[in-house]
């Protein structure tokens, strides 16, 4: 069975750090652009991060951008986004996703996705 799931989301303090871990089963995740997407409660999707399949280029939405940072463990089939200076505004469910190419991480089509990991950042 193909899939993906998500963990690491949990409950942290304003400018806290957590970091997320997308695990791929039944298939290598080397051969897909992934991403990342959130969904707060009464909220669009929303485009966070893509990583491409070499690992070598990576794209942040404006929102993220020098906080949030993509990458891929090869060795584990897992790509990672690890999170910091966390916000109020960063609380949502958190997604990782199969997309055909990584270009504008705002893009949300996507072929796949998993159930998701919940982040709340609050005090």
């Known amino acids: 069975q193909l899939q993906l799931v998500e963990s690491g989301g949990g409950l942290v303090q304003p400018g806290g750090s957590l970091r997320l871990s997308c695990a791929a089963s039944g298939f290598n995740l080397d051969y897909y652009s992934v991403a990342w997407f959130r969904q707060a409660p009464g909220k669009e999707r929303e485009g966070l991060s893509c990583i491409n399949v070499s690992g070598d280029n990576a794209r942040y939405a404006d929102s993220v951008k020098g906080r949030f940072t993509i990458s891929r463990d090869t060795a584990k089939n897992t790509v990672h986004l690890q999170m910091n200076s966390l916000k109020p505004e960063d609380t949502a469910v958190y997604h990782c996703?199969?997309?055909?190419?990584?270009?504008?991480?705002?893009?949300?089509?996507?072929?796949?996705w998993g159930q998701g990991t919940q982040v709340t950042v609050s005090s």
């Open positions: 996703a199969l997309q055909g190419l990584c270009v504008d991480a705002t893009y949300t089509k996507y072929d796949a």
